[in-house]
């Protein structure tokens, strides 16, 4: 039990140092005469994971700015990382980072989109570059919108609440936000079992989404 809290030290060292690839692992020999065992560690460090850029292809120099700030993984600063631990590169934290750029991606019209992420080594020693590539495809938008089964509540004050409109680009987001709005609005008076669903409809020649409400008030 001591040596493998010990073992596990050793990984959680060489990750936290940015040696994203390092494997490590033990041979054990025993020796009868003596009853003690000799352990070999053996260790292939693999490419230090210190970033020394990210390069974003096929994205908008906003759309490059938005989304670096929402992800985890950063360039490494000298200056700064010692103590805020960011530019080392952690597998984990790059899967979340993909799942963040393709939300980013989707909520802003582009339902298609895919990313890929390649990881290369830097001309610098032990440093490594990260380079981001999206295929974004073609953008969506919203089509016309309709809705029904409100009566508590006006069509001025359900249509308010929306965070879309005809025209604007698809968005996800969007769509789950205004449901929460109308909900809410619902709520505050009284109406908790209030339900909103919605159902889109894809019109592939256009690139629209149509979008249907159905509103169930429930009782007060």
């Known amino acids: 039990q001591s040596?493998?809290?010990?073992?596990?030290k050793l990984k959680d060292y060489y990750v936290k140092q940015g040696f994203f690839e390092a494997e490590?692992?033990?041979?054990?020999?025993?020796?009868?005469?003596?009853?003690?065992?000799?352990?070999?560690?053996?260790?292939?460090?693999?490419?230090?994971?210190?970033?020394?850029?990210?390069?974003?292809?096929?994205?908008?120099?906003?759309?490059?700015e938005a989304i670096l700030e929402d992800m985890v993984t950063k360039p490494y600063n000298i200056f700064?990382?010692?103590?805020?631990?960011?530019?080392?590169?952690?597998?984990?934290?790059?899967?979340?980072?993909?799942?963040?750029?393709l939300n980013y991606l989707h909520n802003h019209g582009y339902s298609d989109a895919t990313v890929d992420i390649e990881i290369c080594e830097s001309t610098q020693n032990n440093r490594i570059e990260i380079t981001i590539t999206a295929d974004k495809g073609c953008p969506y938008f919203f089509g016309p919108i309709s809705f029904?089964?409100?009566?508590?509540?006006?069509?001025?004050e359900i249509e308010e609440r929306f965070l879309f409109s005809e025209g604007r680009r698809s968005s996800p987001e969007a769509i789950r936000d205004s449901i929460k709005r109308i909900t809410d609005a619902y709520g505050r008076r009284g109406?908790?079992?209030a339900i909103v669903d919605y159902e889109a409809r894809l019109?592939?020649?256009?690139?629209?989404?149509?979008?249907?409400m159905t509103i169930e008030e429930g009782e007060q």
Not at 35 to 59: H, L, M, Q, S, Y
Not at 148 to 156: F, Q, S, T
Request: aromatic share 12%.
């Open 24 to 64: 490590l692992d033990y041979i054990t020999s025993l020796d009868p005469c003596t009853n003690t065992v000799d352990i070999t560690i053996e260790v292939n460090e693999g490419r230090a994971g210190r970033i020394k850029k990210i390069e974003f292809v096929n994205f908008t120099e906003c759309e490059e």
């Open 3 to 8: 040596f493998n809290k010990a073992f596990h």
């Open 203 to 212: 019109d592939c020649a256009t690139h629209t989404y149509s979008m249907h």
């Open 80 to 101: 700064l990382s010692w103590y805020t631990g960011e530019g080392t590169y952690h597998e984990d934290a790059m899967q979340q980072d993909r799942f963040t750029i």
């Open 148 to 156: 029904e089964g409100n009566k508590l509540l006006c069509n001025d």
């Open 191 to 193: 109406y908790i079992d």
